[in-house]
């Protein structure tokens, strides 16, 4: 793959932008369930050249409501089903901690994006965050990633308790926003 390539990427949040989120955590791969459309919106960008990041926060481990051989196993059920679609995702970041550890990695610290961005050795300004969170879009735009809404999720709650950070784009969904960004995508 030409470099030129490689440093294409998207970075996702996961629950509620990829998949079915809960109030209750989802806890197994079992509670897992892709949101409609959103595994082959993965797959479109792959086609067009993009790899895909996700940086979910998922503090149901350091709470002990389920460890990290149930997320990998959630995260084997994700890349099955987006490989039957000709998706794959390149990169899984997550924070295991609850907002009491304090760490650097749990959004809307932008410890996790930091991170990608070194492995990737990509450009913020080049690179969109989607989430359907407040602090996925925060985390981004802290350090200069384009933040994308989506209205999954919490989109809609987020959407509608304002304050989002400046030059949010809106989309109705994974597919939606994968829509606009390739037809808008520099030549
Ligand atoms: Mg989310
Ligand atoms: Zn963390």
Redesign the pocket.
Known sequence: MPTSTSRKLVIL?????INV?SDAFIKSADEWIALPGSLEAIARLNQAGYRVAIA??QSGIGRGLFDTTALNEMHAKMQRQAAAVGGRIDAVFFCPHTAQDHCDCRKPKPGMLKMIADRFEIEPADTPVV???LR?LEAGAVLGFPTHLVLT??GEKTRAAGGLPEGTKVHADLRAFVLDFLANEPA
Do not use: M, P, Y
Not at 13 to 17: A, E, S, T
């Open positions: 949040d996961r629950d509620g932008v989120d979910t926060n989430g359907d969170s996925d999720g919490k």
